[in-house]
């Protein structure tokens, strides 16, 4: 069983930034996807961003241009700096870890970590 442990949300002014952060307690050298998901309030949770085990990310339109998504396969995590933060970035956001397998792709996910930007 892998565990992910987020770290790095809170509270920050409109304009301004956080990085988050999220360990996997296995190594993240092998085929994977990891992905920063969020989830506001009465909301679907959506994809934020993505990164492969090339290094190849993908991102969300509402996000393009202010935040950016790395990883670190010597430390097993998954970052995401986001800046010029507004208040509809506001939610719940949780790492998700996408394993493949020879018997398929297991899913991993977080607890979630809150960030609130305020006005």
């Known amino acids: 069983q892998v565990q992910l442990v987020e770290s790095g949300g809170g509270l920050v002014q409109a304009g301004g930034s956080l990085r988050l952060s999220c360990a996997a307690s296995?190594?993240?050298?092998?085929?994977?996807?990891m992905a920063w998901y969020r989830q506001a309030p009465g909301k679907q949770r959506t994809l934020v961003a993505s990164?492969?085990?090339?290094?190849?990310?993908t991102y969300a339109d509402s996000v393009k241009g202010r935040f950016t998504i790395s990883r670190d396969n010597t430390k097993n995590t998954v970052y995401l700096q986001m800046n010029s933060l507004k208040p509809e970035d506001t939610a719940i956001y949780t790492c998700?870890?996408?394993?493949?397998?020879?018997?398929?792709?297991?899913?991993?996910w977080g607890q979630g970590t809150q960030v609130t930007v305020s006005s």
């Open positions: 296995t190594t993240t050298s092998n085929r994977n996807v």
């Open positions: 998700n870890f996408d394993l493949s397998t020879i018997w398929g792709t297991q899913t991993y």
């Open positions: 990164v492969d085990s090339d290094g190849n990310p």
